[in-house]
């Protein structure tokens, strides 16, 4: 069994207040579990109005598997324009 496991720390452009952020957030995680089958979650900065930590995780038999649905995630995160990706730490065990 391999494990994927990634943390994203994002960039909110035109966010003003929690509000606008839950609904960017919630959108994107929205989105990303029902495509890619994902387990995923906003995990910290919680209270901060414009970045957001959010995290997922894929199991799979095959390492490449993994690997490719994590980039698949991350370039599918990186093509929103209301966003920005500042820092991702990525590990497969």
């Known amino acids: 069994m391999i494990i994927g496991a990634c ?3 994002l960039h909110i452009f035109e966010s003003y ?3 606008d952020k839950r609904h960017v957030v919630k959108s994107i995680i929205e989105r990303l579990k ?11 900065n919680l ?3 414009q970045t957001a ?3 997922f ?3 799979s038999n095959q ?4 690997q490719s649905t994590i ?3 991350i370039s599918f995160i990186d093509n929103d324009t209301r966003l920005e990706i500042v820092d991702q730490d990525i590990e497969i065990l």
């Open 7 to 9: 943390r994203l720390k």
């Open 17 to 19: 207040s929690l509000k």
């Open 34 to 44: 029902a495509r890619y089958n994902i387990s995923i979650a906003e995990i910290d």
């Open 47 to 49: 209270d901060s109005w």
């Open 53 to 55: 930590l959010i995290g």
């Open 57 to 59: 995780a894929c199991v």
């Open 63 to 66: 390492t490449k598997h993994v």
């Open 71 to 73: 980039n698949k995630v």
